[in-house]
């Protein structure tokens, strides 16, 4: 009996993981899961490798991802636990996804005229709503290139400012 509960508290040290430094664990499977903790235990970075492609999805503020393919707005901040990329093979092809989400304490329309202005001459097809939860717009890149980009714009219903959502898609 006692021999349980000692493999109990091991499994629940090994789950847990160890508070106060950074680690990496590596576990083995057809393909590769890596997963990176913080100090405190929370998951980092979770990287899953096969023959087929790697995702990885990243956690944290300040993590946004290089190859959007669009100007980040300026002073906005990605928000916790809201970006992520994969990349993988389709039909022998390499393709991928880059999202984040963002925020800015600046106004919605503030945000809409940066990107219409950042974007001029790519020819985006911009879209513009209002709803009960307020004001949306998007703005979509080259979708029927083997790269499209799309920016979702809302009001934040949570706390003042703007929510940006940006997703590169490259098929």
Not at 34 to 63: C, H, I, M, P, Q
């Amino acid at each position: 009996m006692r021999s349980i509960w000692v493999l109990i508290a091991m499994a629940i040290l090994v789950v847990s993981g160890c508070k106060g430094k950074d680690n990496t664990s590596v576990y083995p499977t057809p393909g590769q899961v890596k997963v990176e903790k913080k100090g405190n235990g929370d998951v980092k970075e979770l990287t899953v490798t096969s023959e087929k492609g790697t995702v990885t999805f990243r956690t944290g503020k300040g993590e946004i991802p290089k190859d959007l393919g669009v100007p980040i707005y300026p002073g906005a901040d990605a928000e916790e636990g809201r970006t992520w990329s994969m990349k993988g093979m389709n039909k022998g092809k390499e393709g991928g996804v880059s999202s984040t989400f963002l925020h800015s304490d600046d106004g919605i329309e503030k945000v809409i005229a940066f990107y219409k202005k950042a974007l001029e001459g790519r020819t985006p097809k911009f879209f513009e709503m209002t709803s009960p939860n307020g004001r949306m717009a998007s703005f979509a890149i080259d979708t029927d290139a083997p790269v499209s980009i799309n920016i979702m714009i809302a009001e934040s219903p949570d706390k003042k400012g703007t929510q940006i959502h940006i997703t590169r898609v490259q098929k």
